[in-house]
Nanobody
Framework: QVQLVESGGGLVQAGGSLRLSCAASGRTFSTFVMGWFRQAPGKEREFVGSISRTTGTTDYADSVKGRFTISRDNARNTVYLQMNSLKPEDTAVYYC????????????????????WGQGTQVTVSS
């Protein structure tokens, strides 16, 4: 089991930056692949990015590539989502997720691949 708690959301103007954090407790953090997803009102939850267990290999959705960066600190049991050059269309509730499962890299883009989820944090980008 692992418990995930996101923080760092808020209101920001277009072009601004935010850094989200996701603190994990429970099982050994380094055994989990971590993902970030988001869900805007009236839309399905979508993949933002993921990071591997120990090598730090990342994968991003095309919509955020070059603007968002995922990192993790296994000593602090925390994963981060640095969001730069924010756009109004980035407005959503952002969720971190964790999985112990081992898949080919593409599977980590699917929300069904994750077993544990945080409660979400709201990010609002004003134009």
């Amino acid at each position: 089991q692992v418990q995930l708690v996101e923080s760092g959301g808020g209101l920001v103007q277009a072009g601004g930056s935010l850094r989200l954090s996701c603190a994990a407790s429970g099982r050994t953090f380094s055994t989990f692949v971590m993902g970030w997803f988001r869900q805007a009102p009236g839309k399905e939850r979508e993949f933002v990015g993921s990071i591997s267990r120990t090598t730090g290999t990342t994968d991003y959705a095309d919509s955020v590539k070059g603007r968002f960066t995922i990192s993790r600190d296994n000593a602090r049991n925390t994963v981060y989502l640095q969001m730069n050059s924010l756009k109004p269309e980035d407005t959503a509730v952002y969720y971190c997720a964790a999985t112990l499962s081992v898949y080919g890299s593409g599977r980590y883009r699917l929300s069904s691949s994750y077993n544990y989820w945080g409660q979400g944090t709201q990010v609002t980008v004003s134009s």
